[in-house]
């Protein structure tokens, strides 16, 4: 009986993993698609030229071994169970067919500009938005600590 029980345990855990791996497929076809390790690596470029990364003077360097040491195949799998917690199968299809697309090439390309010109303009909007937060306290008798 123990035989029997232990058998059956180790064949609906390996046929649950396996279905786990089956249900990935379909999203690493999709970050293939979305050619993630250009992504990222452009994302980092751009990051790294914000204007508060660049104040730092962060050497090229420290950016280059970054890059080397991403592993975007251990972000892949990481990411796999996300996006298929929020998309269905026929969605990563879709996602796929999209990012094969021109306009979906197109989106991968300028994405990491995008992306640094939107942070560069949302560090400003903050930083502005906090001076007026603190003039407002100011003047509301609110002193700041040192």
Do not use: C
């Not at 089956?22 to 076809?29: G, L, M, N, Q, Y």
């Amino acid at each position: 009986m123990k035989k029997l029980f232990f058998s059956l345990a180790f064949i609906l855990t390996v046929s649950y993993s396996f279905a786990q791996e089956i249900e990935k497929a379909p999203v690493i076809k999709l970050l293939e698609a979305m050619n993630i390790d250009q992504t990222m690596s452009q994302t980092i470029d751009a990051i790294a030229k914000t204007p508060a990364y660049a104040a730092m003077d962060i050497p090229q360097e420290v950016w280059d071994e970054f890059k080397k040491e991403f592993n975007s195949h251990n972000l892949m799998d990481q990411l796999a169970p996300i996006y298929a917690k929020y998309y269905t199968e026929e969605e990563i299809i879709q996602l796929t067919e999209f990012y094969e697309s021109p306009i979906g090439q197109k989106t991968i390309q300028v994405t990491p500009q995008l992306m640094g010109e939107s942070m560069t303009v949302g560090q400003k909007i903050g930083a502005d938005v906090m001076k007026k937060v603190i003039e407002k306290l100011d003047k509301l008798g609110y002193s700041r600590s040192s």
